[in-house]
């Protein structure tokens, strides 16, 4: 049984498995010894996170590797519903088949043996999913309270502090104030916090530790920042506008739970600048580190001829906060390879860049064809050279490159027996509190620093 590689091109949709994934043997089910929700009385919540199984089909890029959720179906728990897990028809979620749960699930942020999902709950609530490839923990907790605004992203920001400690999630969004004088309702950018830094007490009431930090930005940066990616590297955390600049701040700043947390920022290459409102700005653009560095990628989608559209990459030099461009490549010069044309590939413009996070100057991207078919293909910027293709049975959405935990072994057969289930249904009773376990949740919000 081999380790599965470090770097992935991962595909974000969470697949429901409501049967078998087929050919299993090339599945691994996500070892998760410790499950936990931080809700008090969600029912829907407690019994997806006991029930389900984490699966992942992990393949050397460029092919597309992949996650998948196996629900289970313990015996049924007696609880009565909520008004809100009440359906049109009269019935509750409650009694619906644990496969029938429509469970939207798709992957946000990977980063430190983390993997954070959001799901679409079948009560119509969203919720975040946090497997702790270390700890083998899953973890559920709420999305951020009606009065903040994920304004600049729903991806959050996984970090853990120091090798295998307890991770935090950051989010950056915006807090709705009001004013006395004036009972003027505004927004305010804020920090959201969750800290998994997980308090048990002898009676096991558990609390998820959260707080309310200030984001200092700079006076340059835009009024409505949006954030298309998020990582971190070299202690520092970084929120990605592919059209415009880039927000960083210390991770330490973040760690420690301080209230002012300063910001800096790095406008893009002036000949990057786009209309901040272009939509679909991931088919053409990705940022991401590698190894030790941060790397930018661009793809010309309209330029005035076609033949004309460019491929480059950019490495930014954070102590001077300049960009260098150290790769470029016309599209019509790509189609001209040698090995592109060996390959067979389609002569179409490439989509959905990726950086690897181990090979400098290496890029996967995708060539869809349609009827000719859809293609991965990596590619090294720096020597002009296709290294790999790969045809795809379907064209993902949006993939990632990350680096996937070490410690999921691939493949392993996925495969539930009675004890599982027997294990998930005692879990569920916890939860409800039939054995008096309750979850409860604790939003610590400050008041923002006005500039």
Known sequence: MGSAPSYVVLDRVVHLDKEAVKEESE???????????????????????YGLSLLAQIAEPPDLSKLSIRLSEPPPVQVAARPEEI???????????????NLHTSVQSVADDLIVFTSCLRNRTHRYLVYDAIGKSLSMIPCLPNRCDPSATFQPLPLRAGAGGDYTIA???????????TTRRFFQDALPVSAAAILETSTAILLLRCHHAN?????????????????????????????????????????TGGYDVPFRYIPLPPECHLDPMKNHLRLCRTMNCVKDSIKFASIDMVPPDPDEAMMTTWTLTLATRQWHKDGELRVASLWELEAFKKAGLPKVKPTSPVLSMEENGVICFILNAAEEGVYMVSLNMHTKNIMSST?????????????????IQNPVPPKRDRADLEECSTAIKRSTGMEGLEADVLWCWSRPHLQ
């Open 27 to 49: 599945w691994a089910i996500m070892e998760c010894r410790d499950r936990k929700t931080y809700l008090r009385n969600d029912h829907v919540g407690d019994e997806v996170v």
């Open 87 to 101: 359906l049109d028809d009269g019935s509750s979620v409650l009694d619906l088949p644990k496969r029938a749960l």
């Open 171 to 181: 989010l950056l969004g915006r807090d709705m104030r009001s004013d006395r004088e």
């Open 215 to 255: 984001p200092l930005f700079p006076p340059e940066t835009p009024n409505r920042f949006e954030a298309h990616m998020v990582f971190s590297s070299g202690g520092q955390a970084f929120w990605a506008n592919l059209a415009q600049s880039v927000l960083y701040c210390s991770c330490h700043d973040v760690l």
């Open 391 to 407: 045809r795809l049975s379907s064209c993902p959405t949006q993939p990632l490159g990350v680096e996937f935990p070490k410690d």
